[in-house]
């Protein structure tokens, strides 16, 4: 039990033992005013006056110290049944040996509201009902009647003793949903009725524990939904939201105790096996794949947006294999989750990403491409950042030539996405120490052209697509892949040749050490209309002594960083 759950449990336990004292004391007064005992009076003469209230006063102090150093929210125990039964036979002994004293008859709400604080209000209700029954049963007997003033009587103290059951279970019954209610907000996806992901981890961090002393495997299994964008923005998120509900049903359904299952992710699930190894828990997992995408397909049955085909990607962890701590495993399983979906090679890539954002807006698209970038940047050590500066002298040559915000944002994008098409060239090449060969430098030109066509079927890309194709055409008509010349080549294409070349010139490249910014500045005018628009030529080298410190600055933590 977490510690602000423990703590709750006490303070409740607290508030049942406070009510269940009064009660018993109130107990206690009442059968004292019979004998009138006075505050001071010899327990001796008590005890020879009436020896089991004595000894009824001598188990009420033995239950308050037990339920005082054990106080706790657990099932009701054996004590608390035994009290009920012990205060409700002597309420009606009590009734008995007191034939026609009236306010004993009040004792039988001491039981029903024991009953009610320690079981709830239902019980405490049966208990009144039943003192009541019993308290007419008994005047009947006693009397051989039931006068006018005895029913009423009983009616009414019966019913009082019902009431009080009612609200002081109701109260304590309204305190223990609450807790529920914290535990599951706490614990649960409201959308899926899972795990989350933060009680997906304290979960698992137990199982390892049992897990470690029994010397038993635990495998934990993640699914990620292919694409999920897709269903978002073509399906709409309500949909998108529904297939989730539909999978949250499924495991609930599917994986029974001792498993369990979590939502990891925004598409993400996770599902641990204590107890299975990794040949086990692939095949639960394997049939609950199969059963997932049976179910999310037989729910978009009915939607003629939704036809693509739903599918799932698998990762795995295991302990001892891959290691006895929660984060590790689950990191693992997300490893071994991305090597799975990236490893089906660049078509699938390329189509799960396209699928993806074919139907975004530009702004809203842009995000998943970035991860494509990402996989340039892990082959291609020079790329690394280099989308990020040429982004950054690109605007600031736009600031200065006050193009509008939209011509802007189709050269933020262009220029970040510049050199997509490099993730179709081998390492090797781009890595390579040293100038290309003929065949080399062939393959590295075409970047270009690969890039434009990863993004070219992309409706809301197409103004970046001639920004992309042309950045390495040179304004004398010598460059590629169209030999373009003059403005002939877009604006923007021209305004990234520029900022590119400088990237290029600043930064050490495999073969070469950088050029000093003064020394970068004095070879972009001398290639001025040869390779660069003459008439941008000045006005870049003014907008880019603006940022180039603030751009060296970036560059120079990050390497602080990459050798830390």
Known sequence: MREWEEKRAEDLAEYILITQIVSLLLFSMIIA???????????????????????????????????????????PKIDE??????????????????????????????????????????????????????????????????????????????????????????????????????????DYDHLTGLYNHRYLQEKLALSLQKAVSEKAPVSVIMFDIEQFRYYNAVCGYQKGDD???????????????????????????????????????????????????????EFLSGSEKCSKPFTISTGFAGYPGDGDEALPLIRTAENDLFRTKYSRGKPYLYQSVLSEISTLKIKDAFPTLQTL???????????????????????????????????????????????????????SILNKEGSLDKDEWTIMKNHAVYGTGI????????????????????????????????????????????????DAMTTDRPYRKALSFSEACREIERCAGRFYDPSLVPVFLEAVEDVFEAVKDVKERKQVTDLE
Not at 462 to 468: G, S
Request: hydrophobic letters at 50%; charged letters at 20%; glycine letters at 6%.
């Open 81 to 186: 049944i035994l009290l009920v039964v012990i205060t409700l036979s002597l309420t009606f002994g009590f009734l008995w040996y007191s034939k026609d004293f009236f306010a004993a008859k009040i004792l039988i709400i001491i039981p029903a509201i024991i009953a009610a604080t320690a079981f709830g209000k239902y019980a405490g209700i049966g208990v009144a009902v039943i003192s009541g029954a019993l308290l007419f049963f008994f005047d009947y007997g006693m009397l051989h009647a039931l006068p006018d003033i005895v029913f009423q009587t009983d009616l009414i103290v019966g019913s009082v003793a019902a009431f009080s059951a009612w609200i002081m279970g109701g109260l304590m019954e309204i305190e223990k949903n609450t807790q529920r209610e914290l535990i599951k907000l706490a």
């Open 455 to 502: 993004i070219q079927p992309l409706a809301a890309f197409k103004e970046i697509v001639p920004v992309v194709r042309f950045h390495h055409e040179n304004y004398d008509g010598s460059g590629y892949p169209d030999g373009l010349r003059g403005e002939e080549i877009p604006l923007l294409a021209r305004i990234l040749r520029i900022a590119d070349s400088f």
């Open 373 to 427: 970038v990402t996989l340039i940047n892990t082959k291609d050590k020079y790329t690394f950042g280099h989308s990020e500066r040429v982004m950054s002298y690109s605007l600031a040559l736009a600031e200065k030539l006050k193009l509008s915000e939209e011509e802007k944002d189709f050269l933020r994008y262009g220029a970040y996405l510049h050199d997509i098409g490099k993730i179709e060239i081998e390492t």
């Open 33 to 75: 005013s019979f004998f009138n005992l006075k505050l001071g009076s010899n327990l001796k003469d008590i005890y020879k006056l009436y020896p089991f209230h004595a000894l009824f006063l001598l188990y009420i102090f033995v239950y308050i110290l037990n339920r005082f150093f054990s106080r706790n929210a657990l099932p």
């Open 243 to 297: 297939i989730l509900t539909v999978i949250g049903k499924t495991l609930l359904a599917k994986v029974e105790e001792p498993f369990f299952a979590a939502r990891f992710g925004s598409d993400e699930f996770a599902v641990v096996f204590p107890g299975l190894d990794k040949d086990d828990a692939l095949k639960n997992a394997a049939e609950l794949d199969r059963e997932i995408r049976a179910r999310v397909m």
